[in-house]
């Protein structure tokens, strides 16, 4: 009797296994739908002339067409508070500059553009979250308000020139924040997020598996009486 009970809970937990494992999903792609903002033009000064030098924040005077490969903090955004409202700490409640809308591939030259992805994670939550992006010339890359990493340099868009890993995130939505820059001749943006989705496991299976495990406690308490 023993052997049987053990043997259903052994058959319930492998269907546990394989009606709940993870299963790969693309989260965001180049055909994703987001928040844009395109008013932002050279009001964040991230961007410089042809052979000329400006200051970026936390390195100094950097030349035209940099590598910071990542940058080294997060760039200044308060220039630009009145193009961007709250998009880091209240995405939900943006101003009239945000479109609703698909996101482009390209800009206008020596102008910064804003996007916001909202990333649904369900009831269950998602694991293994991780970006690729490809970008000319440069990228700055927040999760639910909170910098994560920025990179710029010369060189045209390849998706998977950089990347991130967010790791797991928690039940509900989440929001991803970009900001893109271009410092001249030419702009290109691609971008792939994926992760990892926990089906919650079937009525039938929790019942196999609920029924395997009294049948067990049963058999203890009567070997014990």
């Given at each position: 009797?023993?052997?049987?009970?053990?043997?259903?809970?052994?058959?319930?937990?492998?269907?546990?296994?394989?009606?709940?494992?993870?299963?790969?999903?693309?989260?965001?792609?180049?055909?994703?739908?987001?928040?844009?903002?395109?008013?932002?033009?050279?009001?964040?000064?991230?961007?410089?002339?042809?052979?000329?030098?400006?200051?970026?924040?936390?390195?100094?005077?950097?030349?035209?067409?940099?590598?910071?490969?990542?940058?080294?903090?997060?760039?200044?955004?308060?220039?630009?508070?009145?193009?961007?409202?709250?998009?880091?700490?209240?995405?939900?409640?943006?101003?009239?500059?945000?479109?609703?809308?698909?996101?482009?591939?390209t800009w206008t030259v020596e102008h910064e553009t804003a996007i916001i992805y909202e990333i649904e994670a369900g009831t269950t939550g998602l694991n293994?979250?991780?970006?690729?992006?490809?970008?000319?010339?440069?990228?700055?890359?927040?999760?639910?308000?909170?910098?994560?990493?920025?990179?710029?340099?010369?060189?045209?868009?390849?998706?998977?020139?950089?990347?991130?890993?967010?790791?797991?995130?928690?039940?509900?939505?989440?929001?991803?924040?970009?900001?893109?820059?271009?410092?001249?001749?030419?702009?290109?943006?691609?971008?792939?997020?994926?992760?990892?989705?926990?089906?919650?496991?079937?009525?039938?299976?929790?019942?196999?598996?609920?029924?395997?495990?009294?049948?067990?406690?049963?058999?203890?308490?009567?070997?014990?009486?």
């Amino acid at each position: 009797m023993k052997k049987t009970l053990l043997a259903g809970l052994a058959a319930g937990l492998m269907m546990f296994g394989m009606s709940g494992g993870a299963s790969a999903d693309t989260l965001i792609n180049n055909s994703t739908t987001g928040y844009y903002n395109s008013s932002i033009g050279t009001l964040l000064n991230l961007t410089n002339p042809v052979g000329t030098t400006h200051m970026f924040p936390g390195v100094g005077s950097i030349p035209w067409d940099p590598t910071l490969n990542p940058v080294p903090n997060e760039p200044d955004l308060s220039s630009a508070y009145s193009a961007l409202g709250d998009w880091l700490s209240a995405p939900e409640v943006l101003n009239s500059n945000w479109t609703f809308s698909a996101i482009p591939s390209t800009w206008t030259v020596e102008h910064e553009t804003a996007i916001i992805y909202e990333i649904e994670a369900g009831t269950t939550g998602l694991n293994n979250v991780s970006a690729q992006f490809g970008v000319d010339n440069g990228i700055f890359v927040w999760l639910d308000g909170v910098f994560k990493q920025g990179w710029l340099a010369p060189g045209g868009s390849t998706l998977g020139e950089y990347s991130l890993d967010f790791g797991s995130l928690t039940a509900g939505d989440h929001f991803l924040q970009i900001l893109r820059e271009d410092h001249g001749g030419g702009t290109g943006y691609s971008i792939r997020v994926t992760g990892d989705i926990a089906p919650v496991p079937e009525p039938a299976t929790m019942l196999l598996m609920g029924t395997g495990l009294a049948g067990l406690i049963g058999a203890r308490r009567k070997k014990n009486a």
